[in-house]
C-alpha cells in the first residue's frame, strides 16, 4: 500500500565528504524513516511523512560535515510503494552528472591520532584517511564517487576496513579510499633503476636519513612529486638548485608542525597564516620572513618572503616526524617539464637530480600542483590555485545562466582551463606554459578527463584573441564554435565575476598591469586604463608603447628594457651615472634595431617598465632565471624604504580621447633625485600607483562610474595592492583575491564574457561584434 512522504534533493559539494553518514546520524536522532542516496546531480533524501521540515533543514545546513557545502535543496512531495521501517543508506544511482567533485584534503586531526596510536591497526600507515580527509580529485577516475571508480579500485578492502566501510556509524563509512596495512597501498624506496630498498615504515627512515646526510629525495605525493631536501643545509639546497637548474627561484617549505611557524616567519600576520597552513587546502604560504629563521639563504635568496607549507598527507607526516627539520618542498619536474605522475616517469625524469625515490603503488589519475597563496597584515591572495581548491566551482554572479556549456582555454603561461554550465565555473588545477608540449598535452588530457568527469561536452570554446597563442591555435577546430577575447578584458572580467559583480551592473574602470597580451588593431598592451563590463571593453589610456628589443629577449633580459626606455624617453642617458647598466652590454646594434623597428615590437608593458627600473638600480641579474625575477627583487628593496618621502610623479598626459602616464616626466625626475636604492625603488612604486590612480580617477568622474576593477600579474605585487586602494579612495575598489590576478585566473574572465555574449539578445556567432580581432 502506497504512503506519501518528502523528498528532498541536495545540490553542491556532498559527494566524497560524508554526508550520507551525516544524514543517517542526523535521521536517527530525529526518528526519521525513508533513505539516503548519491546520484549524479547530488544526495537525495526521501522520508516518510510526518517530517518536521524546518527543523531539518536548519540542522542541514548548520551540522553538515566539514569537507561540504550545500549550495542549495529543493523538496517535493514523494509517494512510497512500502513504508519504510528504519533509515537506510542506499547504492549510488547513475544518471547525468550535476554535482561538484571534491577537492583533496589534508589529514584531519582525527587520523593522525590514529596513527599515532601503537595500539592501532593504522598506526604509521603512509595512507591513513576517513570522510573528513584524504585524496579525492587526484584519484577519481568518473563519477559518481565510488571506491570502483577511483585509483583504490585495485585494492580490495581486507574485513576490517570492510566492516568501517559499511558502519553507518563509522566516520570511515563509504570513505572511498579507505585502506589499512593489510589491504592498502604501500611505500617504497628505491634507487632511479627501480632497486627496492625498504618498504612501508623502513622506507621512510631510509628516506629520512638519506636527507640527512644532505641527499635530495623525489616523493610521490598526491598530484605529483616533490623533490625533498634538509632547507637548513646550505650545501644540500645548492646541489639541488644546481641539479634542477634552478639558480635563484625561492623554494617551498614544508615545516614539521605548526610549532615552527614562529621561528621561520614574522610574527605580524601568523594568526591568519595559522588559520591557511591548517585549512583543509593546506597550501603553501607566502608570508614575511623571519630573519633569524633557521633556514638556509639559499632557499629564497635576495627575497624577504618565505613560503611555507605543513603536511598535508600521512607519507609527508611520518617523514616530517622522522627528518624532524625544515624541508625543501619544491615540484618533482626537472627544469620546464611537466611534472612526472608515475613512478617509471618520476624515476626517469629525475635520475639526475633525486639520490632516493619514496614511492607508492596508487596511482595519480590527475594532477594537481601544491597551491599557492600570500597572507600579509592586508589580507590574503591567491597565486596558484591547484591542490586543494580545485575543482570547486564558482557560482557566476547574478544575471549568469549560460544556454551552452563552453570550454575557456586560458592563457599561454601559468595555464588553467575553466569548463562552464548554466551558473557556474569549474577552473583546472594550474599546468604552467603551454608551449612546452608535454605540459600541453597534459592539459588536453585534463580536458578530456574533466569533460567525462562532468559529462559535458562544450559547445563553444573561448581562447585568447591573439592569433598566435596557443590556445588560439588549440581552438581551431571545425565541429566546435570558436570564441576570441582580448587578454586584459579577460584578466578584469575575472575579478568582476569573483567579486560578484551582477551580469547588469553596469561598466566600471579597469587597470590591468601585467607582461604583456593582444589589444584592439593588433597593439601588445599590459599598462591599461579600460572601460569595461562583461560584454564591452574600450581603451582609455595607460602607459606609452616602448619598443621590446629581440623580442621575447626583452622579458628574459632587463637591461634590454631600460635600453628601450632611455632611448625613448631620456636623450642623454649616456651621459647619466646608471648608464654602465647597458653599455656593459652590446647596446648599439640593438638600439639601432629599435630606431628601425627591426624585430623590436611596441608594447606598453607594465612589467618590462619594472624589469628597465630594476635593471637601472642593478638589483636585477643581465638574465632573469625565472618569470618575474627582476620584479620581485625590485619590490623586495622597495618595501624596505617603504613610506619614504620622494619627489618622482608620473603625471598625466592628454591625447585626444586617451590619457598617457608620462614616462619622460618620470624618467628625468627618477634619475635626477640621487638617493638610496632602496628609496629609489619605493619611489618608483609609488608614482607609479600615484599615477595610475590618478588616470583611473579622471575616468571614473568622467563616465560617472564609482568602482574599480584590478586585474593582471603585476597585482600579484603585494606594495602596489597596498599603494592603489589608498590612492583610489574614495572610489570602491575590486581587487584579486580568490581566483589569480595573473593568468592563472585568465580562464574565468574568457568564459565569463563568452557567457555574456551568449546571453545577449543579439547574439551570433558569426557577428563581429561578439568576437575580439586583433
Given at each position: 500500500m502506497s504512503v506519501s512522504g518528502i523528498r528532498i534533493r541536495i545540490y553542491g559539494k556532498v559527494q566524497g565528504v560524508g554526508f550520507r553518514p551525516f544524514i543517517w546520524q542526523l535521521a536517527h536522532q530525529l526518528q526519521l524513516r525513508g533513505e539516503v542516496s548519491n546520484d549524479s546531480a547530488g544526495v537525495e533524501i526521501r522520508l516518510l511523512k510526518p517530517v518536521s521540515l524546518d527543523a531539518l533543514t536548519e540542522q542541514l545546513r548548520r551540522d553538515c560535515p566539514p569537507l561540504a557545502h550545500i549550495d542549495s535543496l529543493s523538496v517535493d512531495d514523494f509517494i512510497w510503494q512500502t513504508a519504510p521501517q528504519n533509515f537506510a543508506i542506499t547504492d549510488s544511482r547513475h544518471s547525468r552528472m550535476n554535482t561538484q567533485v571534491v577537492p583533496d584534503a589534508a589529514t584531519c586531526p582525527a587520523c593522525l591520532q590514529d596513527m599515532a596510536r601503537p595500539t592501532d591497526r593504522r598506526f604509521n600507515y603512509a595512507f591513513t584517511n576517513c570522510t573528513h580527509c584524504g585524496p579525492r580529485f587526484t584519484l577519481i577516475r568518473a563519477m559518481p564517487y565510488d571506491r570502483a571508480l577511483t585509483s583504490m579500485a585495485q585494492f580490495r578492502l581486507c574485513p576490517a576496513c570492510e566492516r568501517e566501510y559499511y558502519n553507518p556509524a563509522d566516520r570511515r563509512f563509504h570513505a572511498q579510499p579507505i585502506a589499512c596495512p593489510h589491504c592498502g597501498p604501500c611505500v617504497s624506496a628505491t634507487l632511479h633503476h627501480g632497486d627496492v630498498l625498504a618498504q612501508d615504515e623502513a622506507a621512510v627512515a631510509q628516506a629520512a636519513m638519506a636527507i640527512q646526510a644532505g641527499k635530495i629525495v623525489a616523493i610521490k605525493g598526491l598530484g605529483g612529486f616533490h623533490l625533498a631536501c634538509d632547507a637548513t643545509q646550505q650545501a644540500a639546497v645548492l646541489r639541488l638548485r644546481q641539479r634542477k637548474q634552478r639558480p635563484a627561484k625561492p623554494l617551498a617549505v614544508?615545516?614539521?608542525d605548526i610549532s615552527w611557524l614562529a621561528q621561520?616567519?614574522?610574527?605580524?600576520?601568523?594568526?591568519?597564516?595559522?588559520?591557511?597552513?591548517?585549512?583543509?587546502?593546506?597550501p603553501i604560504v607566502l608570508t614575511a620572513k623571519n630573519p633569524r629563521s633557521p633556514l638556509c639563504a639559499a632557499v629564497a635568496p635576495e627575497m624577504d618572503e618565505i613560503g611555507l607549507m605543513l603536511p598535508f598527507t600521512p607519507l609527508h607526516h611520518l617523514l616530517m616526524q622522522a627528518c624532524q627539520t625544515p624541508l625543501v618542498m619544491t615540484s618533482g619536474n626537472a627544469n620546464g617539464c611537466a611534472p612526472a605522475l608515475t613512478n617509471e616517469t618520476g624515476r626517469d625524469q629525475l635520475k639526475d637530480i633525486a639520490d632516493l625515490w619514496l614511492l607508492h603503488n596508487r596511482d595519480i589519475v590527475q594532477r594537481a600542483d601544491d597551491s599557492l597563496l600570500r597572507v600579509t597584515e592586508h589580507g590574503s591572495e591567491m597565486l596558484r590555485r591547484s591542490r586543494g581548491y580545485v575543482p570547486?566551482?564558482?557560482?557566476?554572479?547574478?544575471?549568469?545562466?549560460?544556454?551552452?556549456?563552453?570550454?575557456?582555454?586560458?592563457?599561454?603561461?601559468?595555464?588553467?582551463?575553466?569548463?562552464?554550465?548554466?551558473?557556474?565555473?569549474i577552473?583546472?588545477?594550474?599546468?604552467?606554459?603551454?608551449?612546452?608540449?608535454?605540459?600541453?598535452?597534459?592539459?588536453q588530457q585534463a580536458i578530456a578527463h574533466f569533460q567525462q568527469l562532468y559529462d559535458c561536452t562544450p559547445e563553444i570554446t573561448v581562447c585568447?584573441?591573439?592569433?598566435?597563442?596557443?590556445?588560439?591555435?588549440?581552438?581551431?577546430?571545425p565541429t566546435i564554435n570558436r570564441m576570441a577575447v582580448f587578454h586584459h578584458h579577460a584578466h578584469l572580467a575575472a575579478c568582476l565575476?569573483?567579486?560578484?559583480?551582477?551580469?547588469?551592473?553596469?561598466?566600471?574602470?579597469?587597470?590591468?598591469?601585467?607582461?604583456?597580451?593582444?589589444?584592439?588593431d593588433g597593439a601588445l598592451w599590459g599598462g591599461e586604463c579600460l572601460l569595461v563590463d562583461y560584454l564591452h571593453c574600450e581603451h582609455a589610456g595607460g602607459l606609452p608603447a616602448v619598443a621590446l628589443p629581440g623580442g621575447d629577449c626583452a622579458a628574459r633580459q632587463p637591461w634590454r628594457n631600460l635600453l628601450a626606455h632611455w632611448q625613448a624617453f631620456v636623450p642623454d642617458w649616456q651621459t647619466r651615472s646608471e648608464a654602465d647598466t647597458v653599455l656593459s652590454h652590446p647596446w648599439l646594434p640593438l638600439s639601432k634595431a629599435i630606431s628601425a623597428g627591426i624585430n623590436a615590437p611596441r608594447a606598453s608593458s607594465c612589467g618590462r617598465l619594472f624589469d628597465a627600473v630594476a635593471a637601472a638600480l642593478h638589483c636585477a641579474p643581465a638574465s632573469l632565471s625565472w618569470e618575474g625575477e627582476a620584479a620581485c627583487r625590485l619590490e623586495t628593496l622597495a618595501r624596505s624604504a617603504q613610506g619614504a618621502l620622494h619627489p618622482v610623479t608620473l603625471p598625466l598626459i592628454h591625447t585626444g580621447k586617451q590619457i598617457l602616464l608620462d614616462l619622460a616626466t618620470f624618467w628625468r625626475?627618477?634619475?635626477?633625485?640621487?638617493?638610496?636604492p632602496a628609496e629609489r625603488a619605493f619611489a618608483f612604486h609609488d608614482a607609479l600607483a600615484q599615477g595610475f590612480a590618478a588616470l583611473a580617477r579622471h575616468q571614473a568622474r568622467s563616465h560617472g562610474v564609482t568602482t574599480v576593477a584590478l586585474g593582471g600579474g603585476v597585482l600579484h605585487n603585494r606594495l602596489l595592492r597596498q599603494l592603489l586602494p589608498h590612492y583610489l579612495a574614495p572610489l570602491q575598489v575590486l581587487m584579486p583575491q580568490q581566483v589569480p590576478a595573473g593568468d592563472g585566473g585568465l580562464a574565468l574572465g574568457q568564459a565569463v564574457i563568452a557567457c555574456a555574449r551568449l546571453q545577449h539578445p543579439g547574439f551570433s556567432l558569426t557577428h563581429k561584434d561578439y568576437h575580439d580581432k586583433p
Open positions: 614544508m615545516l614539521p621561520c616567519s614574522d610574527i605580524h600576520a601568523q594568526g591568519r597564516l595559522r588559520e591557511r597552513l591548517q585549512s583543509p587546502a593546506a570547486d566551482a564558482l557560482t557566476l554572479p547574478p544575471g549568469f545562466d549560460s544556454p551552452y556549456p563552453l570550454l575557456a582555454l586560458g592563457g599561454e603561461r601559468k595555464n588553467t582551463f575553466c569548463l562552464l554550465r548554466g551558473n557556474q565555473a577552473l583546472s588545477p594550474h599546468f604552467g606554459s603551454l608551449t612546452r608540449s608535454d605540459i600541453a598535452s597534459q592539459q585568447d584573441a591573439h592569433p598566435d597563442a596557443v590556445s588560439y591555435c588549440q581552438a581551431q577546430r565575476a569573483e567579486h560578484s559583480w551582477p551580469l547588469d551592473g553596469g561598466r566600471v574602470v579597469g587597470l590591468a598591469l601585467d607582461g604583456l597580451g593582444c589589444g584592439e625626475q627618477w634619475l635626477n633625485w640621487q638617493a638610496a
